[in-house]
């Protein structure tokens, strides 16, 4: 395998990391030569898992990077951020920043149980949406992106529909496509380019979360024209075909990878 990354002392930082379509995309851009710095907000539990998962990553033959932290808390940003640059070293430099933070609450509007409240919405879009911007104005202000860098966010096509218990998610979920539009026409004069992945119904652990997950994965195999779900893998394609050199004139999309389930309505 062509490893095209590797001679450009590229790294990918990827939030939420750890699983899901984050894991997938680390894996990915890491057999193409790409550095790796992971940031994830993970129990004891999981780690053995975790830790399998980053010697696998550096059995690619690149560097990886592992932070259990709070993504949204600026001191921890910071701690990562100067460990990353250290590990760079001169040369090195973040070519992607993936945004796969899938912390939000799941909770019903209308219901006599736990209401979804004002706090709900903030621990939401400061996670899901928000934090977004922050980790990269605070690369831009370090200087430690790339020339042509490229911002890749997760949304889904609940950021325009609703459903039931979705509505915070939802709320950030368009808060995202919007904040990582003004990335990249803002920043577009520094060389960055910026666009969201609409990734189609995946089974991820995030997903399974969700209330009535198996009516949605139901109806998603049946209105799909390849009649299955999405993978993280499909999505992480997606992801390294957007840091190539021949997508650098992709900038402010939003762009559906589910094999086609949003142009059906079976």
Known sequence: MVKEFASHHYWALILGGSSGLGRASARKLAMHGMNVCIVHRDTRVDMERISEDLDAISASG??????????????????????????????GRVRTLVHSIAKGNLKAMNSDKARLNNDDFHITLDNMAISLYDWTQELV?????????????FTSEGSSKAWKHYGAVAAAKAALESISRHIALEFAPLGLRANCIQAGVTETRS?????????????????????????????????????????AWINGAVIPVNGGEHISQA
């Open 62 to 91: 690149v560097q990886v990077l592992a932070f259990n932290v709070d993504a949204v808390n600026p001191a921890k940003r910071q701690e990562v951020l100067t460990a990353l640059k250290s590990a760079m070293g001169e040369k």
């Open 141 to 153: 202000q370090q200087q430690l992106f790339a020339p042509d860098a490229r911002v890749l966010s």
């Open 207 to 247: 997903m399974q979360l969700i209330p009535g997950s198996e009516d949605i994965i139901a109806y998603t195999k049946q209105r799909n024209p390849f009649h299955r779900l999405t993978t993280p893998e499909d999505v992480a394609n997606v992801v390294y075909l957007l840091c190539k050199d021949e997508a």
